[in-house]
C-alpha cells in the first residue's frame, strides 16, 4: 500500500507539472473555443468552422485540424444532436486517438526492461532546439531507474558542444565518450559503442550534429554515423529520437518533414512546452508524421523532462481530468 501510494503522489506531481507546462497552450486554446461557440446550443457547421480555426492558430497544423474536425463531424452526424457542452469531450477523444502510443519495443519509461543491451539511441535535431540538454535529462532518468549509461559527443562540429555535452554527462552522473573538436563524428560514435561494450553499459544515448562546418551534407553525415554503429553492435542505433523545440511551432513541422526524409525516426522529443502556446504542435506532429512523441520538457531542472502519456497530456491541455 506504501509503494501504490507513493507512485500515485509522483503520478499526481507529474501531472501537475505537466498542467503548469501546458498553461499558456490550456488558456489561449480555451479562450478561442468559448469565443466559438458562445451563444450556440449545438455544433453546427459555423461552430466546426470557427473550431477549425482555433485548432489551426493554436499549431495543430492543418492536416491534423482537418482530421479532428472530419471525426466531430461524423460523429455529429451519427448521433444528430451534439451540444456544445458535449463538444470539449467529444474532442479529447478523437485528439488522444490520433496520438501514436510507442512501441513496446522501444519503450519509454526509463525502468522498463531493454530489448538489448547496449541499448543504443541515436538523438538529431538542429541546433539550438535543446537537443543536447534533452540527452542530459534522459540520462538522468535512465540513472535514477538504475541502469547504466555511457554518452557519445558526436556533435563535434558545433563549438563548445562537446563541452556543453560534458557538464550534463556530470550533473546526470554518467560516463561520456568525447574527441577534439572537429572529430570524424562516425569515429567518436564507433569508441562510444566499444567502450558500452567493454563496461556493460545498459544505454548509450549518441549526440549528433545539428549542422556542420563543412561541405558534407548534414543528413549524409548521419547516415555515415548510423552506418558505423550497426559495424559495432548489430542493429545500432535500436532508436533515432528528433528533439524538437515545441515553441517555434510550424517551423518545428518542417523541420520535422527534413529529418524525417532522411532519418529513420522512431521517437519525437518535444523540448520548451512551458514557455509556450503553441503547444497544440504535439498533436499535430504526432498524427501527420506517425510518429510517437516519447518525451516532453515542461520546465528547465533536470527533472523536468516527461515519458509522455497522450492521456495526461489532453487532460492538461483541457484543463484536468475528464468527468
Known amino acids: 500500500m506504501a509503494l501504490f501510494g507513493f507512485k500515485r503522489k509522483e503520478k499526481e506531481k507529474e501531472q501537475a ?16 473555443i468559448k469565443t466559438a461557440v458562445a451563444g450556440k446550443d449545438t455544433v453546427d457547421d ?45 474532442m479529447r477523444s478523437e485528439i488522444a486517438d490520433l496520438m501514436l502510443q510507442n512501441a513496446p519495443e522501444r519503450p519509454a519509461d526509463f525502468d522498463a526492461p531493454l530489448p538489448q543491451t547496449p541499448h543504443v539511441v541515436m538523438v ?16 538522468w532518468h535512465y540513472r535514477q531507474a538504475g541502469k547504466s549509461v555511457i554518452l557519445g559527443a558526436a556533435d563535434t562540429f558545433r563549438a563548445a558542444a562537446t563541452e556543453q555535452l560534458d557538464v550534463w554527462a556530470s550533473r546526470a552522473g554518467v560516463d561520456i565518450i568525447k574527441q577534439y573538436q572537429g572529430a570524424d563524428p562516425a569515429a ?50 535500436h532508436e533515432v529520437l528528433l528533439v524538437l523545440d515545441g515553441s517555434t511551432g510550424q517551423n518545428a513541422l518542417r523541420q520535422a518533414e527534413a529529418f524525417t526524409q532522411a532519418v529513420e525516426v522512431s521517437g519525437l522529443v518535444l523540448t520548451k512546452l512551458d514557455g509556450t502556446a503553441k503547444g497544440g504542435i504535439v498533436i499535430g506532429i504526432s ?26 497530456f489532453v487532460d492538461a491541455l483541457f484543463g484536468g481530468a475528464a468527468s
Open 17 to 32: 507539472s505537466l498542467e503548469a507546462g501546458l498553461e499558456k497552450t490550456r488558456t489561449g486554446l480555451f479562450d478561442k
Open 46 to 90: 459555423e461552430v466546426l468552422d470557427d473550431l477549425e480555426g482555433v485548432l489551426i492558430t493554436s499549431d495543430v497544423g492543418v492536416k491534423t485540424t482537418v482530421e479532428i474536425i472530419r471525426r466531430i463531424e461524423a460523429r455529429v452526424a451519427q448521433d444528430k444532436y451534439v451540444s456544445t457542452a458535449e463538444l470539449q469531450g467529444l
Open 124 to 139: 538529431v535535431g538542429v541546433n539550438g532546439v535543446g537537443k543536447t540538454t534533452s540527452i542530459g535529462k534522459i540520462a
Open 188 to 237: 567518436v560514435a564507433f569508441d562510444t559503442l566499444a567502450a558500452a561494450k567493454a563496461r556493460d553499459a545498459d544505454v548509450v544515448l549518441i549526440d549528433t550534429a545539428g549542422r556542420l562546418h563543412n561541405q558534407v551534407g548534414l543528413m549524409d553525415e548521419l547516415s555515415k554515423v548510423r552506418r558505423v554503429m550497426d559495424r559495432q553492435v548489430a542493429g545500432a542505433p
Open 287 to 312: 498524427n501527420e508524421f506517425q510518429i510517437p512523441v516519447k518525451y516532453i520538457g515542461v520546465g528547465e531542472g533536470i527533472e523536468d523532462l516527461q515519458v509522455f502519456d497522450r492521456s495526461a
